[in-house]
């Protein structure tokens, strides 16, 4: 087992800080945060980090590290040796950050959108003939023209990612799935590992995109609080409308929202 994604540990580091009211020193910070956290620390998590004085877990260094990126990020405020840790005035949740793009020219909204094939095919396994669906592709291609609509430049040619979204100094990591037979649960699932993944191996901690899933109908509210937990904005299909969550909606990645 590895050490607790950064993510993760990102999370439990804000609600440690919110469970301080915002503000305490290094050293209570990680006793609260162990206490907080413990039982679902990793071994990796607990053994000595190599090179690190006096056998320190791995945990800690990588809190502390968590920490100096948030006060880069403006999540946590500036300070020296010895200050308190403290959460910047007005922090609930870290806002993408995204690089910097100028204003897109409507002819080249769609430069980078590739409609993908839609209709069903037929695949020959082991002596058997079955009928394949392509509504990952439909679904795909209805979303980007509907978001597409509302000046968002969609990017459907960053392979093995789903969709990038761009408007203005807004940039958006999608991932599309489809919900078979009423349970979302597996596709959540495979919103959830796929969006780290992919943010973690194509973006720099300077140019993190915003996440985002996108699914052929709605994921119930149990599943679309835990995708927002972890910071992951929602849409859906409604027959033929769309739906989504507050972040989606305010970010305004809801179709027809602008």
Not at 42 to 64: H, Q, Y
Not at 123 to 145: C, D, I, M, T
Request: no cysteine; net charge positive; charged share 25%.
């Amino acid at each position: 087992m590895s050490e607790t994604h950064g993510e993760v540990l990102r999370k439990w580091l804000l609600e440690t800080m919110a469970d301080l009211e915002g503000s305490a020193l290094r050293q209570t910070v990680h006793q609260r945060f162990f206490e907080l956290f413990r039982a679902r620390l990793t071994p990796e998590d607990l053994k000595p980090r190599v090179g690190r004085p006096g056998g320190e877990s791995a945990w800690r260094n990588n809190l502390d590290s968590l920490y100096d990126r948030l006060k880069r990020e403006g999540v946590m405020e500036s300070s020296t040796r010895g200050d308190p840790w403290k959460l910047a005035k007005g922090v609930h949740v870290r806002p993408p950050v995204t690089p910097s793009q100028g204003a897109i020219d409507e002819e080249n909204l769609f430069r980078d959108f590739k409609p993908q094939n839609s209709s069903d095919y037929v695949a020959r396994v082991q002596g058997r003939v079955l009928q394949k669906s392509r509504a990952h592709g439909g679904l795909l291609n209805a979303y980007s023209e509907a978001v597409g609509a509302d000046g968002w430049q969609p990017r459907t040619t960053v392979w093995p990612r789903d969709l990038e979204l761009r408007r203005a100094d807004q940039v958006w990591l999608a991932e599309v799935k489809i919900v078979y037979n009423g349970n979302a649960m597996h596709a959540v699932r495979a919103v959830l590992a796929q969006l780290f993944t992919y943010r973690h191996f194509h973006y720099g901690l300077e140019t993190r995109p915003g996440l985002l899933g996108v699914f052929n109908e709605p994921v119930g509210a149990a599943l679309e609080e835990l995708l927002d937990s972890f910071e992951i904005a929602v849409v859906w299909r409604e027959g033929r409308s769309w739906g989504a969550s507050p972040r989606a909606v305010k970010a305004g990645l809801l179709p027809g929202s602008r």
